[in-house]
């Protein structure tokens, strides 16, 4: 989060506040699930990225300025978090491969698309998977966490380079083309 706050300092102010021991267990109680240590970990220095109210259609969603993930992603805060495992787990007459209990999702596309795209922790391993529209692409994308924010890193230091065209720093913030 330093090469965020050095680099893009609009951006990284619309990273949340850290979130509390209750409010990740509050969480936790109501998914069912334990968060994995580095999950935690991560929710206790920045809980997402800040959220508004789209007036159009009454949801809450990421601000573009929080938008800073390769694709114009953004970071779930915990409230996103409980909403979207809810959506995604599978209903009684829904087929139960699609998506299980202990993935917990943490990223995802801008919410104006409908989160169709999204990056999920797996409480059970700690890898890092990704879905997108109806499907689980990936499983084991990253290793950890740790790992996914190696990478996420990464792709930052690239908008400032010459090779990255779809993403740039514009007044403090990291934006798309």
């Known amino acids: 989060m330093s090469w965020l706050r050095e680099n893009a300092p609009v951006s990284h102010r ?17 998914t069912g699930v334990r968060f994995p240590a580095d999950l935690r ?3 206790k220095a920045n809980n997402g990225t800040v959220t508004r109210l789209d007036e159009s259609n009454g949801l809450t969603g990421s601000c573009p300025e929080g938008e800073f993930l390769a694709g114009g992603w953004a970071l779930l805060p915990l409230s996103s978090i409980e909403r979207l495992h809810h959506q995604m787990m599978p209903g009684p ?14 990223a995802a596309e801008s919410y104006a698309c409908g989160e169709m795209y999204g ?17 689980v692409e990936d499983l084991d994308l990253f290793a950890d966490l740790p790992e996914f924010f ?25 934006t798309l083309d």
């Open 119 to 135: 990056f999920f922790i797996d409480a059970e391993t700690g890898s890092v998977g990704q879905w997108s529209d109806g499907d």
């Open 93 to 106: 007459n829904e087929d139960t491969a699609y998506w299980r209990k202990e993935w917990i999702p943490f």
């Open 14 to 30: 619309a990273l949340g506040d850290a979130a509390s021991e209750e409010e990740i267990a509050v969480v936790e109680e109501k």
């Open 41 to 43: 970990t991560y929710l």
């Open 150 to 174: 190696a990478s996420v890193l990464a792709d930052l230091e690239r908008i400032l380079g010459p090779e990255e065209t779809g993403q740039r720093i514009l007044d403090g913030r990291v």
